[in-house]
């Protein structure tokens, strides 16, 4: 036996029961992939999914870009194929009855929805969590599939809310948990999303840019950033920035007047991956949100046959 195999039986004897991915056999390859249930958003990814069992996905925006949308959508597909879900709710604001028409069923035994006060809370979840799936006596059907954590802004230390505040208090706690979050990831084979806002720092000229909100001029200067420090940043396998673009209006009755007019009915929104280890990165792509329906793949369809030369337009034709 060679230096490096006799190091390797050493390792799995010692390690066996607190690490047994200290050494790794590599005998599985193949990634697997958590569709977001849009496939124009699959398609980007490079993997058929937001993200994948054992790697952590950072889904980041301005409001109304579709956010919390696709993942919902990922954990109702997630559930469909027999998986486990744990959503954290850390803003307190989950609507359970767009998340059933997206197709979660949130009265099932695969579906667990969390409201923390605080990001302490979310650190006990996941040790408790990592005990519980440690456990021989939980048995080898005891999984969890993908844990959704929206959002990175609002889970809050403990101490900040108390109204002790520091610098760096935020990017402290998420120094810790972003760790934790891939040691459990990879031990239990678990995909992670994590909804993250965008913050402006000033510019030069004395105020914030507005760039990334959908209703203003998206060319506006401004540093663009994300919440969690820096360190949080280098555990994601893949970072999606949205970005929307254009409204979709369709014409509807109006409920006082009874006649037509045009009215917003969703956004059009690029997709793309600004960092991706499992696939080549910044690649992008259109997809469409639907207010109270989700993604809408169609509402695209016709901007992507123009662009490839199927159908051309001249005026209102």
Aim: with cysteine; hydrophobic share 40%; glycine share 10%.
């Amino acid at each position: 036996m060679s230096i490096l195999g006799d190091l390797g039986k050493d390792l799995k004897e010692k390690y066996a029961k607190t690490n047994p991915l200290i050494v790794n056999d590599m005998k599985k390859v193949e990634v697997e992939a958590i569709s977001s249930g849009s496939v124009l958003i699959d398609a980007v990814s490079g993997i058929g999914g937001l993200t994948a069992k054992g790697h952590i996905a950072e889904v980041t925006g301005a409001n109304t870009s579709g956010k919390t949308t696709i993942c919902l959508q990922s954990s109702a597909e997630c559930q469909k194929a027999g998986g486990n879900v744990i959503y954290v709710d850390a803003e307190a604001v989950f609507d359970v009855k767009y998340a059933r028409a997206l197709g979660i069923d949130t009265d099932a035994e695969s579906f667990m929805l969390i409201q923390p006060q605080c990001g302490e809370e979310v650190i006990a979840l996941l040790e408790l969590l990592d005990k519980k799936l440690s456990d021989k006596k939980s048995g080898k059907d005891a999984h969890v599939d993908l844990i959704v954590i929206d959002s990175v802004a609002s889970t809050r230390p403990q101490e900040e809310l108390e109204g002790n505040r520091r610098i760096g208090q935020h990017a402290t706690l998420w120094s810790k948990l972003s760790y934790l979050i891939k040691n459990i990831a990879h031990k239990h084979n678990i995909g992670f999303i994590l909804i993250n806002q965008i913050r402006y720092a000033p510019d030069i000229s004395g105020g914030f840019g507005a760039k990334g909100v959908l209703d203003s001029a998206q060319a506006s200067e401004g540093s663009e950033n994300t919440t969690g420090g820096e360190a949080l940043k280098y555990v994601y396998s893949i970072r999606w920035q949205l970005k929307g673009f254009a409204q979709i209006v369709e014409e509807r009755p109006d409920p006082i007047s009874g006649e037509n007019k045009e009215v917003r009915v969703g956004n059009k929104v690029w997709a793309t991956t600004i960092k991706n280890k499992l696939a080549p990165p910044m690649v992008k792509s259109q997809f469409a949100v639907v207010y109270g329906k989700g993604t809408q793949d169609q509402y695209i369809l016709e901007d992507i046959m123009k662009a490839r030369g199927f159908i051309t337009s001249k005026g209102a034709y």
